[in-house]
């Protein structure tokens, strides 16, 4: 793994960044967390790759607030195009 940052995919809506953060503190240090509303997912930066995949292994399809999470490395947000075609 790369980077430090992660995915978090297929969360309910009503988790909180708080609570998120929770869970991942107990593989590393939590640099941030953002949960994009209404949208599902959200981002967690760890303080280092090492940590980022020992918390990406551990949570990986294992059940947090009734749902499984997918979590991934975080790609980079792509370019946005002044024209869309």
Do not use: H
Request: proline share 5%; no cysteine; charged share 35%.
């Amino acid at each position: 793994m790369q980077g430090n940052k992660l995915y978090v995919g297929n969360l309910k809506y009503s988790v909180t960044n708080d609570e998120l953060k929770e869970l991942f503190s107990g593989y590393g240090e939590v640099k941030s967390v953002n949960i994009i509303e209404g949208k599902g997912f959200g981002f967690v930066e760890m303080s280092s790759a090492e940590e980022a995949e020992k918390a990406k292994k551990a949570l990986n399809n294992t059940e947090f607030v009734g749902r499984p999470l997918k979590i991934d490395e975080a790609r980079p947000p792509r370019p946005r195009n002044e024209f869309r075609r």
